[in-house]
């Protein structure tokens, strides 16, 4: 079974700084990984999904990165601003060689709590 | 540009009374997903369904019940509602058959007393 785990759970930082959200998962049989952005309160946003071909993907302030042999991927964000404050959850998608029906499911992470303050 | 919506947004029920929460998507997605998040458990997959006229169970599939109504729409029923369903639902889409990013409805707050 497929388990995502994310570190750090809470992240505080002064607005301006680089910073780096970490995410592992146990099976590196995946189609992709999506990074999300979940404000209090509200559903979920996209956004950087990854191949599993790929190695980083970029928008913006935002870069992710994959690693599928090790099981992680970071998200960056650079220059950071109190709007950047949310929770931020990755989730991985099972591959094709996990089973039909698993096609399609992600499982996520558990998030990382981040504050930006002025 | 609506895309997920979902009704409604926040719902008190008594124990073993029953409800529909629904959602609609206008992407003209082929997959749609229930999914349900708590606190420390994170987002856990209901039910998805790949295309219309399809579903499949997802991880936590009891005391639920879904209905892809055509493509654009898919319902989520609790028939006999539990505490234990207390719960904030997402309902969620995709392009094709789920390989593609997935979108995301604003949630149902709901709380089984």
């Known amino acids: 079974k497929q388990e995502v785990t994310q570190i750090p759970a809470a992240l505080s930082v002064p607005e301006g700084e680089n910073l780096v959200l970490n995410c592992s998962f146990t099976d590196s049989a995946i189609y992709n990984l999506q990074w999300f952005r979940q404000d209090p309160g509200k559903g979920l946003t996209s956004l950087l999904l990854?191949?599993?071909?790929?190695r980083e993907q970029t928008s913006g302030r935002l870069n992710a990165s994959l690693d599928k042999s090790s099981g992680r991927s970071t998200l960056y964000i650079a220059a950071s601003q109190p709007g950047d404050s949310a929770t931020y959850l990755c989730?991985?998608?099972?591959?094709?060689?996990?089973?039909?029906?698993?096609?399609?499911?992600?499982?996520f992470g558990q998030g990382t709590i981040l504050t930006v303050h002025p | 540009n609506a895309g997920v919506t979902q009704t409604p947004k926040f719902q008190v029920l008594k124990t073993g009374q029953s409800m529909t929460l629904q959602c609609a998507q206008d992407m003209n997605h082929n997959s749609m997903y229930w999914y349900r998040q708590d606190p420390g458990m994170g987002l856990r997959l209901i039910y998805y369904s790949a295309s219309e006229g399809t579903t499949d169970k997802g991880e936590v599939p009891n005391g639920y019940n879904v209905s892809r109504l055509n493509k654009r729409e898919f319902s989520l029923r609790l028939e006999s509602a539990a505490p234990s369903q207390t719960s904030v639902y997402f309902c969620?889409?995709?392009?094709?058959?789920?390989?593609?990013?997935?979108?995301f409805g604003a949630g149902t707050r709901l709380s089984v007393l």
């Open positions: 989730a991985v998608k099972g591959g094709e060689g996990a089973g039909g029906t698993s096609y399609g499911k992600l499982t």
């Open positions: 969620a889409s995709s392009e094709g058959s789920g390989g593609g990013i997935q979108y």
């Open positions: 990854i191949q599993s071909s790929q």
